[in-house]
Structures are given as structure tokens and as C-alpha cells.
């Protein structure tokens, strides 16, 4: 990206974004417009698990030809998790996510009842097996019960969490009627009940938020007598504050 332009952007510079978002903006000034090239090399951000096995997601790799070109495409089973991925990260950050839950029911639907119960192993053994339940039901909720393996499967994950309110959080989170979870409750969930993989994702979401309030500050945040931070104005910004 360099040699055609592209710089990486100023604010994604940071600890914060480098170490822990994994997500970098480069910019490229073309005149009086500007393009932007949004490239990640995390999977999953601070808050939710991540999976163990991230060089798998290419070695697993298809080609399919496009147009005369040969191009390599991730599998079937690892669209289907890196979808519920992007579920879960937007659950976490309270970021409407239907595009997301389309993308899951699309991948899972194309699987057959073997493939179904490979999915939900191979997810298992990437420490992904509830963060694709919660994408599972999300589209469960959605778009209606498929009645397939993965969607008998789907049902009992974050189960306090009723259907209505659930539809609402995929497609408006931004209502002030719903009812959302602690996300502490929901890592838990997401974590299968284990109480070391909680507390490592716990202590890396920590880490993070504290980063973020290091390296991230915004402009209108000065420090008050006393070697305290005030914040001189605005709104919670990101998910972790609210």
C-alpha cells in the first residue's frame, strides 16, 4: 500500500490501535478527494474471545476462479465463524449488526447436516463455539428458525436475553427501551462458562479500555488541579464507557 500512496492515518498510529483494536487506517491524498483502506490484522477486538487458531482461517483457503482470475477465498465453515465474529463484536460495542447476521444465515445455509455438526467442532476447537451460537440465534431471530442442527444448538445461548429485545439489538441498539446485558455477563457466556479463558479475555479487555483512556484521550479532556482527569464536555464515545 505504501509504494501506491498510502499512508498509514495519524490517529491509528497508537498503542491503542496497533496493539490492541489491531486495525489500521491508511489514507491516500488523491487530489481534492482522499481514499481509505481500513486494514485489520486482528480478527476480534478486546471484549469478546478470540480464536485460537488464526493462521488456520488460511490454510484452509479455496480457490474459485472469477472472471479468468484464480483467487483464493476463505472456506465455507470459516465464513460462516469469521460472520458470527463480526456479531459478536458488534454486540459488544452496541452497533447494529443486521448485514452481519444476513452474512450467517447465507453460510449457514448452504451446509448440510454433516457439514453442520463439522462447524460446530471445528468452532469448538477455535474456542469460537458460542460466539457461533449467538450469531446462530441472531439469525434465528431475524430471519425466522431454519430448523436445522445449528439452529436447535442456537437456542439456549444467552437464553435471559427474550427474542423481542434480541431482534432490536441486531437491527436498533440504539433504543433506550431494551434491556441490554452486563458485557462482563455476556465474555462469560461467550467463554463457555470457563473461568480461565474469562479471566484471560477479561484482563485483555481491561488492558485495552486502559490503553484507550491512555493513549486515545480526546481533545476536550484537560487535567484538573489535583492530578485528576476531567472530561470538559460530550458524550461516551466508544462501547466500554457507557
Known sequence: LR????EVAGKSRSVWWVRFLG???MVREDGARASTVDLHHRLQQPGSPSPR???GFL???REVEVAGAVMPIISAADTLLLSSISVAKAFFNREPCAGYV???RASASRLSEAEQQMV???????GLADTLLLGLRAADVLLGASGTLLSDRAARILARIGNADLFHMVIAPWLASLRWPQRRHVLWELCGHEPVRYLAE????????LSRRIFERPAGVAPAPGGTTKIAGGTATHASER
Open 59 to 61: 490454510r484452509r483457503k
Open 23 to 25: 486495525e489500521q487506517h
Open 120 to 126: 460446530l467442532d471445528h468452532a469448538a476447537e477455535q
Open 53 to 55: 487458531d488464526i493462521d
Open 3 to 6: 509504494t501506491i500512496g498510502y
Open 202 to 209: 477479561a484482563g485483555w479487555a481491561a488492558s485495552a479500555d
Open 102 to 104: 444476513c452474512d450467517v
